[in-house]
């Protein structure tokens, strides 16, 4: 199946710092979303982003499918901003129409 | 809306008792998934399901675990006999793919935490 790396695996940050997450894929893919779990568990769809880019506030990201890569951006980090973020990927066709593989996710921690 | 409906939230059991985890999908959604999170896996898909109908079960671990999706706002996950190593999170997520190619934004609920003494 394809694989799913997200690095760093962990990043402390100083509140108002500004950081980049990097989510690399082993094969193409037609779905790619990224999820923020706060520190009660919830988690929170951030993006849906198979390609381009976007942004919403203070968060945007990248993905050049091409390369197999996608980035999220973090400016001016607030400590809300903890937890553990997660990139998945979709293949294209059959059984996996809609079905995500999940990286291991980098944890951030953020300080006042 | 009220977001997708999980319950129960927290669930202790004892090992060989039968667990079912109750998921109420978004009003209007077609696909809805189970997942798994540990600590030393991560978050795992075990099965979907399309327009109630289950697509694909690859991720289900073993006969002990089942799920079914009698109607459009009501899934389970059952499993029968619990053991200790199926202590997890266990989440249920929905999404109305809307004729993207590749899916569409999915939805997760709150988690029921599973011990299994």
């Known amino acids: 199946g394809i694989q799913v790396e997200q690095s760093p695996p962990d990043l402390i940050l100083q509140e108002g710092a500004n950081s980049t997450l990097r989510c690399n894929f082993s094969?193409?893919?037609?779905?790619l979303q990224w999820f923020h779990q706060n520190p009660w568990g919830q988690l929170i769809n951030l993006f849906y982003?198979?390609?381009g880019t976007k942004q919403n506030g203070r968060l945007s990201a990248t993905t050049v499918a091409t390369e197999r890569y996608s980035l999220l951006y973090i400016s001016s980090s607030q400590t809300t901003d903890s937890g553990v973020y997660f990139c998945a990927v979709g293949r294209p066709g059959g059984t996996s129409y809609g079905k995500l593989t999940f990286g291991q996710g980098t944890i951030l921690t953020v300080h006042p | 809306d009220a977001g997708v409906i999980q319950s129960p939230r927290h669930e202790v059991t004892e090992m060989g008792q039968e667990v079912t985890l109750r998921c109420k999908p978004i009003?209007?959604?077609?696909?809805l998934f189970w997942y798994r999170q540990t600590m030393m896996r991560g978050l795992e898909l075990l099965i979907y399901f399309n327009n109630n109908v289950p697509i694909d079960d690859s991720g289900m671990p073993e006969d002990r675990f089942s799920a079914k999706m009698p109607n459009a706002s009501f899934s389970t996950l059952k499993i029968q006999p619990s053991e200790p190593r199926d202590s997890a999170v266990y989440f249920c997520?929905?999404?109305?793919?809307?004729?993207?190619?590749?899916?569409?934004?999915?939805?997760f609920g709150p988690g029921t935490r599973l011990l299994v003494l």
């Open positions: 009003s209007g959604h077609d696909y």
């Open positions: 094969d193409s893919v037609n779905n």
């Open positions: 997520a929905s999404s109305s793919i809307q004729g993207r190619p590749g899916g569409e934004t999915q939805y």
């Open positions: 982003i198979p390609s």
